[in-house]
Antibody, heavy 126, light 107 residues
Framework: QLQLQESGPGLVTPSETLSLTCTVS??????????WVWLRQSPGEGLEWIGS???????HYNPSLKSRLSISVDTSKNQFSLNLSSVTAADTAVYYC??????????????????WGQGTLVTVSS | DIQMTQSPSSLSASVGDRVTITCRPSQAINTYLNWYQHKPGKAPHLLIFGASNLQSGVPSRFSGSGSGTDFTLTISSLHPEDFATYFC?????????FGQGTRVEVK
């Protein structure tokens, strides 16, 4: 059964870099059919799509975070990672990782996120 | 970015009730709309993709409809395990965006 698990520091100092890793178990991350995604939910806010990575290294980033963001993949460890630099209190959130697949319906391919990790709370504070 | 307006933000219902949640994107997104269920402390769970297609393993009491700028998630008869938060997501164009969520609570 495919499972994703986020890991990383729960507390990050303002202006530093937030680094998280998502470990994929139960399947290989090196599957051409999937992208691997980071999302977050700040307190009282809706979900925000951060960005995604393919095992080939191809990435897509949210323009609102792009200047501070790096997402990478380590196929040898079956992991992908998030680095967000120059963090502020506004980056305090529960961070989730997820797998993005495509499902064909009558010749149309729809993307969906399944499964997700349980999420990890990251607080930015001094 | 496409703004997703979801309503209501919360509702109170009883087991057996029919529940309807609405999602309206700020621009037309064809049928590139997903619905998820989220319980506290657990991973969100894909229910519906492509506006009306049931994800494998999801009970048939869940259904989705709509296209363009008007979408609906319906639970035909609420079960005890359905008390959760539900949110919509557009996958029409990056960056993908989400509704604020609808919390379904016990009446």
């Amino acid at each position: 059964q495919l499972q994703l698990q986020e890991s990383g520091p729960g507390l990050v100092t303002p202006s530093e870099t937030l680094s998280l890793t998502c470990t994929v178990s139960g399947a290989s991350i090196s599957n051409t059919n999937y992208f691997w995604v980071w999302l977050r939910q700040s307190p009282g806010e809706g979900l925000e799509w951060i960005g995604s990575v393919h095992y080939s290294g191809s990435t897509h980033y949210n323009p609102s975070l792009k200047s501070r963001l790096s997402i990478s993949v380590d196929t040898s460890k079956n992991q992908f990672s998030l680095n967000l630099s120059s963090v502020t209190a506004a980056d305090t959130a529960v961070y989730y990782c997820a797998r993005q697949g495509k499902k064909p319906v009558a010749g149309v391919f729809y993307s969906g996120l399944d499964p997700w990790g349980q999420g990890t709370l990251v607080t930015v504070s001094s | 970015d496409i703004q997703m307006t979801q309503s209501p933000s919360s509702l109170s219902a009883s087991v057996g009730d029919r529940v309807t949640i609405t999602c309206r994107p700020s621009q037309a997104i064809n049928t590139y709309l997903n619905w998820y269920q989220h319980k506290p402390g657990k991973a969100p769970h894909l229910l519906i993709f492509g506006a009306s297609n049931l994800q494998s393993g999801v009970p048939s009491r869940f259904s989705g409809s709509g296209s363009g700028t008007d979408f609906t998630l319906t639970i035909s008869s609420l079960h005890p395990e359905d008390f959760a938060t539900y949110f919509c997501q557009q996958t029409y164009i990056l960056p993908w965006t989400f509704g604020q969520g609808t919390r379904v609570e016990v009446k």
